[in-house]
């Protein structure tokens, strides 16, 4: 699925919690499987568990030749890794309201807003973090952080549609518009809107050129009243497979997977429709329910060493707020690939008008409500 192209070579680096010790990773390739020896650090947390959330295919895990981090961080660090996933930020925060204790998270912007809101994830303290400072500058201080006192980005990306040059007309895709999931030229099951209620109604309001945000109750009975004109099959993960194997033709969903999609197909396209979209970034907080929070640190700062930044920018496919791995030989996706082009290049609309890139934030109470309600009348099972 990924075309890696991973150098031998040596990397040392500090890591500061408290103390200092060096963390030293020797690469060797193979067959092309790669073998990796770690220097362990011997820290107060060896022995221990860490528990992490995170979503499916959301980090480097040892296929196709890539780096498994998880396994890379539990040698070196003697701390043994419970991981668990989530297909929706609404389900990570049913989990976490309900008490599922984790030490390690990552939602999305929108929910972490929520999540410290409702008192789900706790302050810590960045300067303990030696590779805090790899985070761009403009990935600090957002909306939903703007002390950067709970949240570390980890990726960052935007929603568009991947559609089947094969089986989709140049005329459909000629205005490059959010329309194409409304046309009538396709059957049930060929088109796909994604199955959670902030997506799909965010889908929709870009559509009509509403704000996603919107607490008028106008608006939001239109986007229901739209979605119901949708013959769309709503999913998540499953979308892969449906795009993959050609038996849907278009959908919605978020680029980096997109990009994971076209590889596997190439048929595939992707475009960001003139209407505009959501920009999203995807962050590690540590939930108010951990158990192993200095571990939890240690892993968060792990997670931006450059190499270990640079394995999970190649293999989710996202676009990195990750300084280091931008300037890395070994990112995939480095400037001048098509790649770089949907994950970097903004389309001119959208430069002309960065209102048309849009951050969801998190709802009040009753506008949350209102779109459960609808969601739910719906019928769209989950």
């Known amino acids: 699925m990924k075309n890696r192209n991973v150098f031998v070579r040596l990397l040392a680096v500090?890591?500061?919690?408290?103390?200092?010790?060096?963390?030293?990773?020797?690469?060797?390739?193979?067959?092309?499987?790669?073998?990796?020896?770690?220097?362990?650090?011997?820290?107060?947390?060896?022995?221990?568990?860490?528990?992490?959330?995170?979503?499916?295919?959301?980090?480097?895990?040892?296929?196709?030749?890539s780096l498994d981090v998880v396994k890379a961080f539990e040698k070196v660090y003697g701390i043994k890794v419970k991981y668990d996933y989530f297909s929706t930020n609404e389900e990570l925060y049913a989990q976490l309201k309900s008490g599922a204790s984790y030490d390690v998270v990552i939602p999305s912007d929108y929910m972490i807003s929520r999540l410290i809101q409702d008192g789900l994830i706790q302050k810590f303290n960045h300067s303990e973090l030696e590779n805090y400072q790899n985070i761009a500058p403009e990935y600090k201080g957002l909306y939903f952080d703007p002390k950067d006192e709970y949240s570390v980005p980890y990726s960052v990306g935007m929603v568009g549609i991947v559609y089947n040059t094969k089986k989709v007309s140049e005329a459909e895709v000629a205005e490059q518009s959010w329309s194409l999931l409304w046309s009538k030229n396709f059957?049930?099951?060929?088109?796909?809107?994604?199955?959670?209620?902030?997506?799909?109604?965010?889908?929709?309001?870009?559509?009509?050129?509403?704000?996603?945000?919107?607490?008028?109750?106008?608006?939001?009975?239109?986007?229901?009243?739209?979605?119901?004109?949708?013959?769309?099959?709503?999913?998540?993960?499953?979308?892969?497979?449906?795009?993959?194997?050609?038996?849907?033709?278009?959908?919605?969903?978020?680029?980096?997977?997109?990009?994971?999609?076209?590889?596997?197909?190439?048929?595939?396209?992707?475009?960001?429709?003139?209407?505009?979209?959501?920009?999203?970034?995807?962050?590690?907080?540590?939930?108010?329910?951990?158990?192993?929070?200095?571990?939890?640190?240690?892993?968060?700062?792990?997670?931006?060493?450059?190499?270990?930044?640079?394995?999970?920018?190649?293999?989710?496919?996202y676009a990195s707020p990750n300084l280091a791995v931008r300037t890395n030989p070994d990112y995939d996706y480095c400037e001048g690939t098509d790649e770089y082009a949907i994950l970097y290049e903004l389309p001119a609309s959208y430069k002309e008008d960065p209102a048309r890139m849009q951050y969801y934030h998190t709802l009040d109470d009753d506008t949350q409500k209102l779109m459960d309600d609808y969601w739910m009348d719906l019928g769209i099972e989950e």
């Open 187 to 317: 059957k049930t099951g060929e088109l796909i809107n994604m199955n959670n209620p902030r997506d799909a109604f965010g889908v929709t309001m870009c559509y009509l050129g509403l704000d996603v945000n919107t607490t008028d109750p106008a608006d939001w009975e239109s986007a229901y009243n739209k979605l119901r004109e949708q013959d769309c099959l709503y999913l998540m993960d499953e979308i892969y497979d449906k795009m993959e194997l050609g038996n849907s033709f278009a959908a919605a969903y978020y680029a980096g997977d997109c990009l994971q999609m076209m590889q596997e197909n190439e048929d595939l396209a992707f475009y960001y429709p003139k209407e505009g979209t959501n920009i999203f970034v995807d962050s590690m907080v540590i939930p108010t329910s951990a158990k192993n929070v200095g571990a939890a640190k240690l892993f968060i700062d792990f997670m931006l060493d450059p190499r270990i930044a640079t394995e999970n920018a190649n293999y989710i496919c």
């Open 14 to 65: 500090l890591i500061t919690l408290g103390t200092i010790a060096a963390l030293v990773f020797s690469f060797a390739s193979c067959g092309g499987n790669d073998k990796y020896d770690f220097e362990e650090i011997d820290t107060e947390y060896k022995g221990t568990t860490l528990k992490v959330c995170n979503w499916g295919e959301y980090i480097s895990d040892g296929s196709e030749g």
